[in-house]
Every structure is written in structure tokens, then in C-alpha cells.
């Protein structure tokens, strides 16, 4: 086995893909970064969950939201649905663990909020259970997958933003959300503050 061989076709392949990701998801994550800054403006929060992967990438946002992406600002309401492991124990005992996302979403989410859901493959039940209870509290989703977008695709109303990353690989969806999320912020911070010199 020639590993540095493989490990360079590694990188060769993230490379292209995050190239080929920039020409059709520039515009959603323009567009969620103006959706979430209207909502902070306007006394909104920003909800975010994933599972897995996805929890520590949605994790990951909400702690460069709340402190700092690359330059200080005042803090951002931006809180991690997938962090309480209390919350989430209780629920999915109680409940089941498809609603562990829901059941937060109904008690917190308010109009005007925005749910940020993470999931590579889009089939993920709590996921799924997330944009309903979003919807019915009037929330707008943001939405970062990959592959066809899954079952996530069939939930999205016209107001919600869905950024697909366009590979079927995990770990290349995985590379794609992690920049998506790193422009988001970088876009929120500018609608905010103006650009950076």
C-alpha cells in the first residue's frame, strides 16, 4: 500500500470538491448568513443541532457565535440543540430520541428564530422532527447536507434555505459543512460589523 499516495488523492479530492462546492452554494450561504442576521437583529435566536459529526459541527458554530469567528463583536443568542446531555437523555427516555430536537424546538423556538440542521445524509429522524417543530413555530431552516439531500429536501418550505454539499462521500460533506459553516460566520460577522480591512 503506498499511504502517502492515498493520502494526497485525499486531499486532491477535498480540494476539487470544495472547489466545485463554491460555484453552487456561494448564493445559499449568502443568503442564510442575511436570513440569520435578520433574525439576531430582530431579537432572534439561532437554534442549532446535528447528530454525530453533525452535533460537534453544529457545537463548533454556536461557540464561534457566542465568542468570536476571527475578530470581537458583542455575542450572538445562537444555542446548541445537541449539547445538553441531560436534556437529551431525559428526552429520549421519556420520549423517543427522534424527538430529542423537537421537544427543545417547541419549548425555546419563537417566530422569527432560525433552526440550523446539520446532516450529511438528510434521513436522520430527530432531524427531520426538528424542521417540523420549526415550522410550526413559525421558524425559518437553514439547512447543510449532502448527497441528494435526503429526506431534509421533502420539509423545506420555499423560505428555507437548504446548502447541499454535492458529493456523496461523508467525509467530503463533512469538509464541505465545515466551510459552509466558517463563511457563515464570516458572513454574518460583515453583515454586522463591515468588512474587515
Do not use: W
Request: overall charge negative; glycine content about 8%.
Amino acid at each position: 500500500m503506498d499511504l502517502l499516495s492515498r493520502i494526497e488523492a485525499q486531499f486532491d479530492e477535498s480540494a476539487r470538491t470544495l472547489r466545485s462546492s463554491s460555484e453552487v452554494l456561494s448564493g445559499p450561504i449568502a443568503l442564510a448568513a442575511e436570513v440569520m442576521v435578520e433574525s439576531l437583529l430582530g431579537n432572534g435566536k439561532i437554534l442549532a443541532c446535528g447528530n454525530g459529526s453533525s452535533a460537534a459541527d453544529a457545537q463548533h458554530f454556536v461557540a464561534k457565535m457566542m465568542g468570536r469567528f476571527e475578530r470581537d463583536r458583542p455575542q450572538l443568542a445562537v444555542v446548541s440543540l445537541s449539547a445538553d446531555t441531560a436534556v437529551l437523555t431525559s428526552l429520549a427516555n421519556i420520549y423517543q430520541y427522534g424527538q430529542v430536537f423537537a421537544r427543545q424546538i417547541a419549548t425555546l423556538g419563537q417566530p422569527g428564530d432560525v433552526l440550523l440542521v446539520i446532516s450529511a445524509s438528510g434521513r436522520s429522524d430527530n432531524v427531520l422532527s426538528a424542521i417540523q417543530a420549526a415550522h410550526e413555530r413559525d421558524m425559518r431552516v437553514v439547512a447543510l447536507t449532502g448527497r441528494n439531500g435526503g429526506h431534509v429536501t421533502e420539509l423545506l418550505g420555499e423560505q428555507d434555505i437548504h446548502i447541499c454539499a454535492p458529493h456523496d462521500r461523508v467525509a467530503r460533506i463533512q469538509e464541505v459543512h465545515l466551510l459552509a459553516l466558517h463563511c457563515l460566520c464570516d458572513g454574518i460577522d460583515c453583515l454586522l460589523m463591515g468588512e474587515e480591512n
